[in-house]
């Protein structure tokens, strides 16, 4: 049976971030499926990362206003109306015809920040020239070829992207047996388009090891953040940083931002969920730099226990690609609008209008 084709209007039922999970699944291929669902090994930290939230309780407080409330914040020198944004999420034309350009227009109606993959199937300037662009930044895989990944710096910055998020934590993709298991496999017709050719993956010979002689002769190391720091002109953000060592390495490097990710749990199994790693890594940072989060946010709630518990903002990457799959622009912008609202009504019901007032106090801890 063919898969049906994207929603035109949003259905009575979805109602919940988490109900396009069904219209998504009818609507994709086995391969993209898993692609998008799969985890590392056991997929441990995929569920750990929503487990870990329901386990935070909240506090409520009553009879305060929140009148004249609202969910505005600063960050590196821009206002953004709301802190949820697109986490960056490869291959989008496995989820819908339009693919990035699809979710960009979804993001743009909704004012909400997209940051871009590196590996995406639409280019970062088609993107960024749209008619509606939302807010942009660019996620860079640093390339084995530095004048590769010097190049997409440059083209980023010269596009009007307002920041830079260098994800550190997949040196190697992870062991995904989810996707092994439906034989995942990119179709021909689809590449990553920013990319001047797929770079051929390192080899070892017969009797060495394939990560360590292989892999990793090319993996990116803080030698290369320093590089980067002294080419970009952008804010350099590091994705991927879950161990307040590194965290503290990176603020006395002189990055201008952290994002707290496991990446979605689809690197390595059973580290902690990313919520559990924030308090750790907010206490070694100090106030140094900002902290974004993603990983398991599903609902207002999560965002605003994220706030409390030290980010300046979220990232969410499946539910909005789910809705991307169910509903084209129509479905991410719904998606996004019901995760906002429901922040504000938690917000409204713990007494803090603004974001700035979300503190460890507003919880059950
Ligand atoms: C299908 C898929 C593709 C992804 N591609 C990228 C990518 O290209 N770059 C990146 O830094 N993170 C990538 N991620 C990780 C997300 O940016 C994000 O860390 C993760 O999805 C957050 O967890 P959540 O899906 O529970 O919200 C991808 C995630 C998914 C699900
Ligand atoms: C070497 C890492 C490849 C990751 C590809 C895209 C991604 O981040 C993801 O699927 O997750």
Same mark, same amino acid.
């Given at each position: ?6 929603l035109?209007?949003i259905?009575?039922d979805?109602?919940?971030?988490s109900?396009?999970e ?10 993209a499926?898993a692609?998008?669902q799969a985890?590392?090994g056991?997929?441990h ?7 870990a ?11 305060g206003s929140?009148a004249?409330?609202?969910?505005r914040l600063s ?31 979804g993001a ?11 590996l995406?199937?639409v ?5 960024a020239?749209?008619?509606t ?5 660019f996620?860079l ?7 590769v990944?010097l190049?997409l710096i ?15 934590d ?5 062991v ?6 439906a034989?995942f ?5 689809l590449s990553a388009?920013n ?6 993956v390192p080899?070892?010979?017969p009797g ?7 892999l ?5 190391g803080w ?5 980067? *720091?002294? &080419?970009?002109?952008l804010p =350099? ?8 060592? @590194?965290?503290?390495h +990176?603020?006395r ?8 990710s496991?990446?979605g749990g689809r690197?390595?199994?059973t ?7 924030l ?10 730099v ?25 990232l969410?990457g499946?539910?909005y690609v ?15 609008r019901? *995760?906002? &609202?429901?922040?504000?009504? =938690?917000?409204?019901l713990s007494?803090?209008?603004?974001? @700035?007032?979300?503190? +460890?106090e507003?919880?059950?801890?």
């Amino acid at each position: 049976m063919s898969p049906k084709s994207p929603l035109t209007v949003i259905p009575p039922d979805i109602v919940a971030v988490s109900d396009y999970e069904a219209y998504a699944r009818e609507r994709l291929s086995d391969m993209a499926w898993a692609y998008l669902q799969a985890g590392a090994g056991d997929e441990h930290t995929v569920r750990r990362n929503l487990e870990a939230f329901s386990e935070i309780l909240l506090k409520g407080r009553v009879l305060g206003s929140a009148a004249g409330g609202h969910t505005r914040l600063s960050l590196f020198g821009h206002v953004y109306e709301h802190p949820i944004f697109l986490a960056p999420v490869a291959y989008q034309k496995l989820f819908h015809s339009d693919g990035e350009r699809a979710t960009a227009l979804g993001a743009a109606v909704t004012q909400t920040l997209m940051v871009l993959s590196t590996l995406s199937t639409v280019t970062l300037e088609e993107v960024a020239q749209a008619e509606t662009a939302p807010p942009l930044w660019f996620q860079l895989y640093l390339q084995a070829d530095r004048s590769v990944s010097l190049d997409l710096i440059h083209r980023a910055q010269r596009e009007g992207y307002r920041a830079l998020v260098i994800t550190v934590d997949a040196a190697m993709a992870g062991v995904r047996n989810r996707e092994q298991r439906a034989g995942f496999r990119l179709p021909p017709h689809l590449s990553a388009v920013n990319l001047p050719s797929q770079s051929p993956v390192p080899t070892a010979a017969p009797g060495q090891s394939r990560v360590f002689d292989g892999l990793m002769k090319t993996a990116p190391g803080w030698d290369d953040i320093e590089w980067v *720091l002294s &080419e970009a002109r952008l804010p =350099v953000i590091l994705k991927g940083i879950m161990a307040p060592e @590194d965290a503290d390495h +990176a603020c006395r490097m002189g990055v201008h931002g952290l994002i707290v990710s496991n990446h979605g749990g689809r690197v390595l199994d059973t580290l902690p969920a990313a919520i559990e790693a924030l308090p750790t890594v907010a206490a070694v940072v100090a106030g140094r730099v900002p902290i974004l989060l993603d990983g398991g946010i599903r609902r207002g709630s999560d965002v605003f226990k994220a706030l409390a518990l030290g980010a300046s903002a979220v990232l969410v990457g499946r539910p909005y690609v789910q809705a991307l799959a169910a509903a084209g622009p129509l479905g991410v912008a719904h998606a996004i609008r019901t *995760l906002r &609202e429901e922040l504000e009504v =938690v917000m409204a019901l713990s007494g803090t209008p603004t974001l @700035d007032r979300i503190r +460890a106090e507003h919880l059950s801890l």
